[in-house]
């Protein structure tokens, strides 16, 4: 197993920067450049020297963990340097050249931790979303991922139907294939548990994947109707998070809030076409896709209806004003701020809404599992109360839903989704 190091905290210029090393031989690496290795779990000053000229490099501070004591599971060491491009760069020399590491590829940090069972797959999950929230929600959701919250329920699941394989082996073993009556009740209570807690998991997804991915509002509405105007002026409100996207012939295209948390991107349909240099129809197009591709639409109109040619767009629950109150005294005006705090409100309640009850699985590939498990489980389920009740075939549908949970934590068929979990990871994570 290699020794891999990397910049833990983002490159450049900063007040502390944190390197971090990792496997067998991570604290000979440390010994060259301290002078000894420091206890381990305490935070030691030491003075970091070149280890071939004796030149000093940097103060620093110096952790060593044992392994089994340290994130990756393995024995390492994390450096805070003072954050200078220059010591950065000599301490990466040093650790290659002189001390025969490797530099991290992206991921490596968490994938170690993985395979030495310090955390599983969809805590992994967790703390991707973690490093990459914005919002509070964002944030929320992700340390209860990342602290297991799936995990737990997974395990619960698994023990379930775990005892209900055991109770099938007994009867598989013992009696003519058959389940006897008793049994078969007992099994199907477990089932119908797991399928109903399955079930309700997946109901809350839509609310946890607004939580983690955001949520997308189109402002859609004639040329001239004031779209980009609204977009310039909720950009420069203090909730703005980003709005530096910058377009061609306009200022921006999106601009990203938080509200209540939740993570919302404004986007002007319009200005995504201007910015797309095409055709004119074939932009119109474009952005009446995109914007039915949004999560919500907002449409500004001149009068006091959606005009025609967006009337296909509208669904449920968008939202709809006027635009220019300032001249026609109704709607909200992107010009004055009028009407925005009602915009703003209604779309924040509608969030409220839909994010009410979000569920443990945060992630595509958690709800993939648990549909496949959901799928066997009912399989089983109407097995059970068929006449012919074949215990075996119970049996190998039970056992299935198990294997799709296993996935799901990562305990089996890991290399195939591992590609998927660790794609969006940086280096020194
Ligand atoms: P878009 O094509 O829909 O993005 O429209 P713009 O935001 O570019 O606005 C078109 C014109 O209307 C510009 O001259 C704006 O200054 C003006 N405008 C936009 N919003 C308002 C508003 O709320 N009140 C007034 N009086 N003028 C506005």
């Not at 833990?8 to 007040?15: E, L, V």
């Not at 799936?150 to 099938?168: H, Y």
Request: net charge negative; aromatic share 6%.
């Amino acid at each position: 197993m290699d020794t891999i190091f990397a910049l833990a905290t983002a490159r450049g210029r900063s007040g502390v920067a944190v390197i971090r090393v990792s496997g067998p031989d991570a604290w000979a690496a440390c010994e060259r450049l301290c002078g000894d290795v420091p206890e381990p779990r305490h935070a030691s000053l030491r003075v970091l020297h070149h280890p071939q000229s004796a030149k000093p490099i940097d103060e620093s501070l110096v952790m060593v963990f044992e392994a089994g004591a340290s994130f990756t599971g393995e024995k390492s060491v994390e450096f805070q340097t003072h954050g200078s491009i220059a010591v950065v760069d000599l301490l990466f020399e040093v650790l290659s050249r002189d001390c025969g590491l490797r530099v991290a590829e992206a991921g490596e940090f968490t994938l170690r931790a993985f395979k030495n069972g310090r955390m599983d797959l969809t805590q992994v999950d967790g703390l991707g979303d973690l490093i990459d929230a914005e919002s509070t929600a964002q944030l929320d959701q992700a340390m209860r991922t990342m602290s297991g919250s799936l995990s737990t329920k997974v395990e619960s699941w698994r023990t379930k139907l775990t005892r209900i394989l055991g109770l099938l082996s007994a009867s598989i073993d013992f009696a003519d294939e058959e389940i006897p009556d008793g049994l078969s009740g007992q099994i199907e209570t477990l089932i119908v548990e797991v399928i109903e807690d399955l079930e309700s998991q997946l109901s809350g997804f839509d609310a946890s994947q607004i939580i983690r991915d955001g949520f997308e509002v189109a402002i859609v509405g004639r040329p001239n109707v004031g779209k980009s105007t609204l977009l310039n002026y909720l950009a420069n409100r203090d909730v703005a998070i980003t709005s530096d996207i910058p377009g061609t012939t306009r200022d921006i295209v999106e601009a990203r809030l938080s509200l209540d948390g939740i993570l919302v991107t404004f986007l002007d349909t319009a200005g995504i076409r201007e910015t797309d240099d095409v055709v004119e129809s074939i932009g119109v197009e474009r952005s009446l896709s995109r914007a039915g591709a949004a999560d919500l639409r907002v449409f500004l109109t001149e009068g006091d209806t959606i005009e025609p040619e967006f009337s296909e767009l509208h669904r449920n629950d968008d939202l709809v004003f006027q635009s220019k109150s300032d001249l026609s005294g109704r709607g909200l005006s992107g010009k004055t701020g009028e009407g925005v705090e009602d915009l703003l409100q209604k779309l924040t309640s509608n969030l409220g809404q839909k994010t009410a009850l979000p569920s443990n699985l945060t992630h595509v590939r958690h709800k993939a599992s648990v549909e496949k498990a959901l799928y066997e489980l009912r399989l089983s389920s109407s097995f059970l109360g068929s006449e012919e009740l074949d215990a075996e075939i119970v049996y190998e549908h039970v056992q299935r839903a198990v294997g799709f949970l296993d996935t799901l934590i990562g305990r089996i068929d890991v290399e195939a989704v591992l590609g998927d979990v660790f794609s969006s990871f940086c280096i020194g994570k």
